[in-house]
């Protein structure tokens, strides 16, 4: 059993202005995949240290099974962690590694021999038993560190970034087999990532964190169909969702010199300046729409052709929606306007069209909307507006 | 690029600066070793030979010296009161820089930035400098001509050093290692035990050595503090002996001969960390 409660959890390090991690009020029934996405530097990884007890918390509490934890030491408080760089002892072998955990509880050495042999055994780490870490693979030293965990059969996992420092294609498949490994032990598990993918097919909920601040917790389906805000909305979905200023009169949305209707159901004020949200899933090619929906003409300047789909990216003729918020989630890693190479002013709307035919750069081609999808944001507060807006915050 | 032939003037010339660069290198060489073979040759022949050509080569060799050495000049007996303080003041200095090193390096606490850069400080420090103060600490402990008295000295004397070469292995442990530790339920203690000091251990070995070579080597302390006779460490031995036996020189060149004996023995033993240790670092 391993449910976890956090209660305005906050720290503040000494020498700066902002807390790392602000006021995190959060509860994880046992048994649940949890993810902290979000850009680096946001706290998520403090965060997940403060639970492990490896960073002391400022103030606020933490509840392991419904117990105080918050200055427990980490030993006592029956996690395990994985850690980004694997943390593997390298003067030890595979065995040693596992072993370690169990030898330090004293525990019985026929106990121990048969849990490290069970956990070999599933991991496929059991021909690789004598060797050390240096002699290991990527994946093999990732496996070994899961290994460690699991052993000691804690109430709950916490996973740093384990799969940060695979190659692309081995990530793929371990995170496949983590979620297996998630449903066959049932484990609590809090999971930190900057890797939205990641967050969207591992997590039975994804905690999204900025700034230290927590954003929205919700499913995956929820973040990506009714994000609470700017910033959520920008970090998930991929390619990012399009953001546009408009001006809303007379039942319609107006930017670019394009006309929308505003829909019937969407909650929004008769009149002022709405940010528009466009998944570029939710664009298609207007012939193969239908006749009804609302279009949009664009001048294809970049063709990204992925085979079963194409990003067709296009300048729209309306100033970048340059929300500090927005910024810093499409930038992810790095500084604002990292991800430009040319400087442009203007705002680049892609579109995530079916590859039912070729498209060209250089081509002026219709595009449909379906205004039912449109996302609304206060261009003030970021938040999200109107119909969409009106999901609380689940916490 | 095909050589140039032998009898090329760039050729010549080039000979002729590597013959000037190993003549330089072979005096260099010739001084280092000529005064063991100086040391080697006087212990292996009789007085009368050495003093018919002083540092030349032995007309007949000997092994009387090497004799006389335990039985007239006491090396034997010297060698174990050095051994009875060295050895303990080299254990002492290794714990206590251990646990030193790793809390300055692994543990926050106030004023640790400041207490680190004290310990590089009293590393510049002389110890002649400090003679008379710590002749007057020993003195007023009642530890004078105690060996406990030279052990202590010779700890406080070492650690910093010790400390400083400790911290600069243990830095190179990654702090994710130690939190890997605790989670696993490992204390302080444990950690260093189990974690810190394997991952450190040609660090730890170089730091022995150097300090049993350097301890074992230690004159100006040993001399005024183990005063009496009986506990005489074989450095300071040997050195006052020399007058005394003007007449045996041989004997006394024996007994430094065989003084370089236990430090190379532990130069030996634990050369292939030793050198580890020096070069940790310099390749990932």
């Known amino acids: ?395 | 690029m095909s050589a140039a032939p032998a009898t090329s003037p760039r050729h010549l010339g080039r000979r002729a600066g590597r013959v000037v660069v190993w003549l330089f290198l072979a005096a260099l060489a010739v001084s280092a070793l000529y005064p063991l073979f100086f040391l080697t040759a006087t212990a292996l022949r009789t007085t009368d030979d050495y003093r018919s050509s002083p540092g030349g080569l032995p007309s007949h060799l000997t092994t009387d010296n090497i004799t006389e050495a335990f039985s007239v000049v006491h090396v034997g007996t010297y060698a174990l009161n050095s051994l009875f303080v060295v050895v303990p003041a080299v254990l002492l200095i290794t714990v206590l820089s251990c646990l030193a090193a790793y809390a300055l390096i692994h543990f926050d606490f106030p004023l640790r930035k400041l207490a680190l850069v004290l310990v590089v400080a009293l590393i510049a420090l002389p110890p002649t400098a400090i003679l008379i103060p710590v002749f007057k600490a020993v003195l007023d402990a009642g530890l004078l001509n105690h060996r406990l008295g030279l052990i202590l000295v010779y700890s406080a004397l070492y650690l910093p050093f010790s400390i400083y070469l400790l911290a600069s292995f243990m830095k190179s442990v990654p702090t994710e290692l130690l939190n890997a530790a605790r989670i696993d339920g490992a204390g302080p203690l444990r950690t260093l035990w189990s974690v810190v000091l394997p991952l450190v251990r040609p660090g730890l070995l170089t730091l022995i050595t150097l300090n049993f070579l350097l301890l074992w080597n230690e004159f100006l302390f040993s001399l005024v503090i183990l005063q009496s006779e009986a506990d005489r460490t074989i450095m300071v031995g040997i050195a006052l002996l020399q007058g005394h036996f003007e007449k045996n020189f041989g004997a006394v060149s024996a007994g430094l001969l065989l003084s370089m004996i236990p430090p190379l023995l532990i130069f030996v033993f634990f050369q292939r960390d030793l050198a580890r240790g020096l070069t940790a670092g310099a390749v990932k």
């Open chain 1, 1 to 395: 059993m391993g449910s976890i409660q956090l209660n305005d959890l906050t720290k503040a390090f000494p020498d700066t202005e902002v807390p790392a991690v602000d006021a995190v009020s959060l509860e994880i029934p046992d048994g649940e995949f949890l993810v902290l996405v979000g850009p680096s530097g946001c706290g998520k990884s403090t965060l997940l240290r403060m639970i492990a007890g490896i960073e002391t918390s400022s103030s606020g509490q933490i509840l392991i099974d419904d117990a105080e934890a918050t200055h427990l030491e980490p030993k006592q408080r029956d996690i395990a962690m994985v850690f980004q760089n694997y943390a593997l002892y390298p003067h030890m072998t595979v065995a040693e590694n596992l072993h370690f955990a169990l030898r330090l509880r004293r525990m019985p050495r026929a106990e121990r021999d048969a849990r490290v042999a069970e956990v070999m055994a599933m991991l496929r780490l059991t021909e690789l038993e004598e060797r050390k870490p240096g002699q290991l693979s990527g994946g093999q030293r990732q496996r070994v560190a899961m290994g460690r965990a699991m052993v000691r059969e804690p109430a709950a996992f916490l996973m740093d970034e384990p799969l940060s420092n695979l190659d692309a294609k081995l990530r793929v498949a371990m995170r496949s087999e983590l979620a297996r490994l998630h449903e066959r032990l049932g484990v609590t598990t809090i999971y930190v990532t900057h890797d939205q993918t990641e967050a969207m097919t591992l997590g039975q909920r994804v905690a999204v964190l900025k700034d230290g601040v927590l954003q929205q917790v919700d499913s995956p389906q929820r973040l990506f169909h009714a994000p609470r805000n700017l910033f959520v909305a920008a970090f998930i979905g991929s390619p990012t969702i399009n953001l546009v200023e408009s001006e809303v009169a007379d039942g319609a949305l107006h930017f670019a010199g394009h006309r929308v209707p505003v829909p019937p159901d969407a909650e929004l004020p008769s009149r002022g300046t709405v940010i528009v949200g466009i998944r570029p899933s939710d664009l298609e090619l207007a012939e193969f729409a239908s006749d009804s929906s609302p279009r949009i003409s664009a001048r294809l300047e970049i063709v990204e052709n992925l085979g079963a789909e194409i990003h067709a990216i296009f300048p729209i003729d309306a100033p970048r929606v340059d929300v500090e918020a927005v910024r810093k989630a499409a930038a992810g890693e790095g500084e604002a306007g990292d991800d430009q190479l040319l400087a442009d002013e203007r705002s680049l709307f892609t579109a995530a069209v079916a590859a039912r035919r070729p498209l060209a750069p250089g081509e002026t081609v219709e595009l449909a909307l379906d205004p039912d999808r449109l996302y609304f944001f206060d261009p003030e507060s970021g938040l999200a507006l109107g119909r969409r807006g009106a999901t609380e915050l689940v916490a």
